[in-house]
């Protein structure tokens, strides 16, 4: 136990989904850590140890717009205005003129009770944009093997034999994790691959680093899985007779893969990829950790699920140290899921469309929730102002988002009303026709879900500002109000709404928020790290394979092709530095030289950086940090030139 531990009460780190513990510090400044599981060594990383700073400007006051400025008022006025706002619009137009938007920052129980309020005034319109972020992968786990969430826990990374790393950069978003499980289990032995077409902190630590064009991962794992499958010693024969389903299809689609044009289209050296495969065949453990850097565009193919494949194929999922695992971003943001704010599943994942559980719920709630999928994140932005016309956004600021920005603030300006609940004035409130003002994370209680599916319980380590309220008293009192059944919306305590999302949602079934302790506990209760020991969560309890993807060319073959990373989330450490990194031969190619100044454009957009040279960048391919590279990625561009300036 590191010697500056107390006994203070300790909570969950509001500020990523690893889920490390932590307490106030002695000068109430800095979060000291605390032993968990997540954090065994009681270490917090930068972000952890700045976890008790929220805003300095905290909103105070529920504000209402009153001839263009929002006034303070008092509660029940705000609450007033926004039931008659809603009251109107519900009685014009209907429910699904309503998009309620939340919560990864916030507990599963006040993601529990935002995805009710909605649902019981009659929408599915409810959703989490944080959810886009690993929106392939979580779906290839819910089809093809059961949950959408990480297959295993963290402490088993260190019995893993390889680990690969895919589209993400643990090393630095995820530090406590990395260096508590990855790096031990690297310091033992294991192999640690790294996928990604420029090298990273992560990087550092790989034993390989190979280098896919953008956007052709999939094919790098196909080709992986081919090696095996042409090899054969590393096919596990037992697990693929009991355990799968459609593998005949699966190994004829990869027989037919054509293995050269698919090297080229990826752009890998074969013998990279023979050492990788050679590895994985004497593995006896091998992990997939999987971040946002693979989630291509809509269309594209499923580099997750050819990521499933070769672990499939290898007997690599329903043990300690072999699966999947989702690298999460935000704090809650598997809670959020799990809870229900997603337009097509109620809590516990659960579809809208089956009817035995919106009955099961109708018994709990007294109604029955929408039975038609609501519009997601994206669609709902996009209607606002057409189909929809009332918001109600917690903790979210679709104000800032990969969208052109004029285009996002006539979305949000288009709402008849937007009502947001915040602690601080940002982008989205900007538009917001009442704004309530929220306790933060630290000074709360409630649950959050971690990477690994773990519920902790939160205590209050701070005090909010002296008239906010927490999202679940500001949710409970609203929905009261709005839905005109306030005994819906009446609990004791959070403790109340987690027995009732536990009742509800089947994976959170028996635990207990008393029990949840420092250690919390994953779902579902009394499962080991590992998920699907003895069956998948699928109707034949199989796990189903897909088939190897047709090679993609992506985007056009002049300019560079732009590669990004450190998207931040809030005003947690985004990369801000204005550089540029490419490949030497690329810069001699173009007359770049290191340090120079230049000007990366496409048609009339431009932005000036510093170049830097770096080896590990692929070549052909530019990286910027995210947020400086945001004039691009919010029109989708995707290649571009380099000039010096
Ligand atoms: N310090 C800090 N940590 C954070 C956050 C923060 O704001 N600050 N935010 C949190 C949040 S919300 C999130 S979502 C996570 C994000 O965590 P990560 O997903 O790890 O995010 P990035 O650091 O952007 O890493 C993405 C990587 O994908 C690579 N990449 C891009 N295109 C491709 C491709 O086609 N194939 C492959 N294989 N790789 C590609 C990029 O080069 C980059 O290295 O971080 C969380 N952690
Ligand atoms: N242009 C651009 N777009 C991006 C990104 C980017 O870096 N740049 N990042 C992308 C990524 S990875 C993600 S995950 C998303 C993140 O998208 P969002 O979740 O929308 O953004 P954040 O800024 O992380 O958080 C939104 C707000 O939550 C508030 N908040 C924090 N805790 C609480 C709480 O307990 N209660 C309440 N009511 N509010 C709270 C904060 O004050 C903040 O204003 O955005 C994505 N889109
Ligand atoms: S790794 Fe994540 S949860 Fe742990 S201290 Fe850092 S920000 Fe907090
Ligand atoms: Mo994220």
Redesign the pocket.
Known sequence: MPDHQSNEPNTVCPR?GVGCRLQAGPNGVRANGVVGPANPNGRLCR?GIGALETPDDRLEDPLIRQNGDLQPVSWPTAYERIAESFEEILAARGPDALAFLGAPHCTNEENYLLQKLARILGTNNVDNR?RL?HVSTTRALSERVGWPATTNGLEDLTDADVIVV?????A???PIAFNSFVRPAVTDGATLVH????G?RTTRLADIHLT?R??T?ALVFDLLSARIVDDGAGIDREFVENRTRGFEQFEASITDLERDETRLAAGVESSALEEIADRITAADRVAGLV????E?SAGETNASGALLNLLLLTGNLGRRGAGLYV?R??ANEQGATDAGCVPDRLPGHQPVTDSRARARIASEWGVEPPSTPGKTATELLESFGNDVRGALVVGENPGVSKRDPEWVRERLGALETLVVVELAANETTEHADVVLPAAAGIEKAGTFTNLERRVQRLSPIATPPARARSDFRILAELGGQLTQNPSAFEYEDVSEAFGELRRIAPPYAGLRYDDLGLEGERWPAGSPGALYRETFETPDGRAQFGSAQPPIVRGSTDGFWL?T?????GS???ETSSELRINPADAREIGVDADETVVVSSGDVSIRVTARLAESVRAGTL?VP?AVADPFLRRDVTTVSVDPA
């Open positions: 990523c972000k944080s972020c895919a589209g993400a950069n643990p630095e978003r995820q996928v990604d077409p420029v990273n896919p953008p956007g991962d971040g946002t850097g693979i291509n690298l971003g935000l590669v990373g450190g998207r931040s989330s947690h450490d985004a990286y995210a």
